[in-house]
């Protein structure tokens, strides 16, 4: 008796990734660490082609095959600003820019960023971003000690006796 692997049937937008190719790179999404108040300046790139315009868009991952979008391109060579997202679509070029302002730890989260078929309501990603939003480390404190030296630098020590 031949034992059957399991069978997994795959959502449409879910195969629309791996034929993307954002997964053939590796399962692992790319990590990018900011700090609160920073801003992330991010670079999309694709393939240009010719015909009818196509959206871009960066939106976040809310479950492993749902986004929600923040910013959409609506045409090359002009900057759509929707909150803190902004976006920058240069076609000749073959990439598209991303920024979003003001960084806070509630923007950690996996965000992507693609080409979006709006009639079709479907994102070929070409980024699978992990942003981690952390506050800046702390330095250690100075420990100083007084007794070690003067104002003019040198090492005293008391000296018992006469």
């Not at 008796?1 to 997964?23: F, I, Q």
């Not at 991952?61 to 759509?80: E, F, G, H, N």
């Not at 070929?124 to 506050?135: A, E, F, G, K, Q």
Request: charged content about 15%; proline content about 9%.
């Amino acid at each position: 008796m031949a034992w059957e692997g399991p069978h997994l049937l795959l959502p449409p937008v879910l195969l629309l990734l791996l034929a993307s190719g954002s997964w053939v790179k590796g399962a692992v999404p790319e990590e990018l660490h900011k700090h609160p108040g920073q801003t992330l300046l991010l670079q999309c790139q694709y393939s240009p082609k010719t015909g009818p315009y196509q959206s871009k868009t960066w939106c976040q991952q809310t479950s492993p095959d749902w986004c929600t979008i923040l910013v959409t391109s609506s045409k090359p060579r002009t900057a759509v600003q929707k909150s803190r997202y902004t976006i920058w679509d240069e076609p000749d070029a073959g990439f598209f820019n991303i920024t979003m302002i003001q960084l806070t730890q509630n923007d950690s989260g996996f965000y992507w960023c693609g080409i979006y078929n709006t009639s079709k309501k479907v994102i070929t990603v070409l980024r699978d971003i992990n942003l981690v939003v952390s506050p800046a480390p702390t330095t250690s404190p100075m420990w100083t000690f007084p007794w070690l030296a003067t104002s003019t630098g040198r090492l005293e020590a008391s000296v018992g006796g006469d």
